[in-house]
């Protein structure tokens, strides 16, 4: 049971890290390409013609990415006035309750988005060619990596309690 308990932490660390790098290069882009096509335009009396499908692209891996790593520190289900109202054996049952059904929820969110994204995938952008697909691939995996989170939070509260719920330490910060 230790070695299972074990791989839950080391799996979140890999995510948590995941979704760090996935913000900070996400975001980078974002603001290059958002940056540049401004300079292009005013410098160059045009912009870039890929600076408006860029941004439709990346911006996805951004946002839930973003929200992988407010799972990882108990953002996304924040309901602390119910939580204050039951007593802590009450509120880790509900906390874990509202973990599975919050996983099993995003986890149906992601097998959904994986279906359009092979809809989606028939149709190209008009400048890279790109398939559109990949804003569905994004909310497919950044919905399956909230719902792991999710039920490594919980676990995390089975295990050590309910305080630590949204103790992270200082190394582990979103960004």
């Known amino acids: 049971m230790l070695m299972l308990l074990q791989l839950v932490d080391v799996v979140e660390k890999v995510i948590v890290r995941l979704a760090r790098f996935v913000v900070i290069a996400s ?29 439709m692209l990346i911006f996805p891996w951004f946002i839930l990415a973003g929200i992988v790593l407010a799972a990882h520190v108990g953002g996304h289900m924040a309901v602390e006035w119910l939580y204050d109202k039951l007593g802590q054996r009450l509120r880790t049952a509900a906390f874990v309750l509202a973990s599975a059904v919050s996983a099993s929820a995003f986890l149906v969110l992601s097998y959904q988005a994986m279906v359009v994204a092979e809809i989606a995938g028939v149709e190209h952008s008009p400048v890279l060619q790109l398939p559109n697909s990949v804003g569905y691939y994004s ?28 103790k992270v330490g200082a190394e582990e910060m979103p960004l």
């Open 27 to 55: 975001g980078i882009a974002l603001t290059l390409v958002t940056t540049g096509n401004v300079i292009a335009r005013y410098t160059l009396s045009g912009g870039f013609s890929f600076a408006q499908e860029l941004p």
């Open 139 to 166: 909310l497919a995996v950044g919905a399956f990596l909230v719902a792991i989170v999710t039920v490594s939070v919980a676990v995390r509260v089975l295990r050590f309690g309910w305080e630590q719920r949204t």
